[in-house]
C-alpha cells in the first residue's frame, strides 16, 4: 500500500519530498505533501523522515 499523508497533520517541510527515492511525493498547491500512489514503491523511507509523523503505511 502506498504512503498516505495526514493533510491536517502536514507542515508541508519538504523532508519527506527529499527523502522519496522514487520521487512519488511533491508538494500540492496548499504547500502539504501528496503521493502518486501510482508511483509509489511502498519503501516507507518518507515514514521515518517525516518530523511530525504525518505519513502513514495503511
Known amino acids: ?3 498516505v499523508i495526514d493533510k491536517e497533520t502536514c507542515t ?3 523532508a519527506c519530498v527529499d527523502a522519496c ?7 500540492d498547491d496548499n ?3 501528496e503521493v502518486d500512489a501510482d508511483v509509489c514503491i511502498d519503501c516507507g523511507a518518507c ?6 509523523e504525518a505519513i502513514s503505511m495503511e
Request: charged share 20%; with cysteine; net charge negative.
Open 1 to 3: 500500500m502506498p504512503a
Open 12 to 14: 508541508g517541510c519538504g
Open 21 to 27: 527515492p522514487v520521487e512519488a511525493i511533491s508538494l
Open 31 to 33: 504547500g502539504k505533501a
Open 47 to 52: 515514514v521515518d523522515e517525516c518530523p511530525v
